[in-house]
């Protein structure tokens, strides 16, 4: 079991030692950062102390050194939002705290971007993508768009708030098999099962493979509103979606 000093970086170890207080995060968070090099836990801690410049500029050095994309995704950027993530819960920071980190999780995420959708192999399907009506959350949702593209799914992104309609039009409209949606509030993950329920009264259901995926939502909520596939981060999310689109080919033969 790794321990506190086996982490590099000062800021993060003070932020573990501050601010996580419940064992099993802390014991989880020593863990993500004692394995992550010390270039990785540098962007880490601009992250969370919100300096996008700084997090702009890490990324580059780290992707010029030979880093890879998915690396710094994993170890850089998501490790941090960990830690934001439980400050914001614990009411240690606020909305514009959480805003500014974000900033900085998007200058991050504008330099492996590219890297990780663009795709060599043959067009995989369409996918289309949005986080539900009332939920404005889009890292994670961005994050699988960059994964899908980058195995081959041409990916429709209906951005954040998408209501049941605009996910219907969508799907209609480019011929999708697979639609996929993102909630983090507990309160919006209900919208997902009403776009099912607004799929099977506009008798489309068999049309469209539905993933639903998001920090709340959990294997027994999306079997329970009837979706097809549930994915618990962004390589969870590639992967559930060949597989759907597999199943949709083999009932199609
Ligand atoms: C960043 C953030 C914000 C930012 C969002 C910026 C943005 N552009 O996205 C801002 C500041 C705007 C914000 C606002 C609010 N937030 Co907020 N936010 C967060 C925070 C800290 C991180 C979310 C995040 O980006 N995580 C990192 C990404 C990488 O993870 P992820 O989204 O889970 O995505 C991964 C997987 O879930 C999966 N995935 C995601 N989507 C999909 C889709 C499919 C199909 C699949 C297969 C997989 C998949 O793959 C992703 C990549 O690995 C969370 C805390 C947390 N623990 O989640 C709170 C959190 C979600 N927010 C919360 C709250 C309460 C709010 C506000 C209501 C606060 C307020 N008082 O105004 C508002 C709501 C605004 C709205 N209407 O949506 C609560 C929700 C609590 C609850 N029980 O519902 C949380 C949990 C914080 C807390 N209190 O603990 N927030």
Redesign the pocket.
């Known amino acids: 079991m790794a321990q506190i000093d086996d982490i590099d970086n000062e800021l993060i170890r003070s932020e573990i030692e501050e601010f996580i207080e419940r064992p099993d995060e802390r014991a989880r968070m020593i863990e993500t950062f004692a394995r992550a090099r010390p270039s990785m836990q540098e962007i880490s801690a601009a992250l969370i102390e919100g300096e996008d410049d700084d997090v702009d500029e890490l990324t580059r050095k780290a992707l010029d050194g030979g880093i890879t994309a998915l690396e710094i995704m994993d170890d850089g950027?998501?490790a941090a939002?960990?830690i934001?993530?439980?400050k914001?819960?614990d009411n240690i920071i606020f909305?514009p705290e959480?805003?500014a980190?974000?900033r900085a999780?998007?200058a991050g995420m504008a330099h492996i971007e590219p890297i990780l959708s663009e795709s060599g192999v043959p067009s995989q399907g369409m996918v289309v993508?949005g986080?539900v009506k009332?939920?404005?959350?889009?890292?994670?949702?961005n994050?699988?768009i960059m994964l899908l593209r980058g195995a081959g799914f041409e990916v429709i992104d209906l951005g954040?708030?998408t209501s049941s309609d605009e996910f219907i039009d969508a799907v209609e409209e480019h011929q999708a098999p697979l639609l996929?949606?993102?909630?983090?509030?507990?309160?919006?993950m209900p919208n997902m099962g009403k776009t099912i329920e607004a799929f099977i009264d506009a008798d489309l259901r068999d049309d469209v493979q539905i993933?639903?995926?998001?920090?709340?939502?959990t294997q027994e909520f999306a079997d329970d509103m009837g979706a097809d596939?549930?994915?618990?981060?962004?390589?969870?999310?590639v992967e559930?979606a060949k597989r759907l689109m597999v199943e949709r080919e083999r009932s199609d033969d």
């Open positions: 950027l998501i939002m960990g934001v993530g439980i914001f819960r909305v959480v805003l980190c974000a999780m998007k993508m986080t009332g939920d404005l959350h889009d890292i994670g949702k994050l699988c954040v708030d996929g949606m993102s909630a983090l509030l507990t309160t919006t993933m639903v995926g998001g920090a709340p939502v596939g549930y994915g618990a981060d962004a390589v969870a999310c559930l």
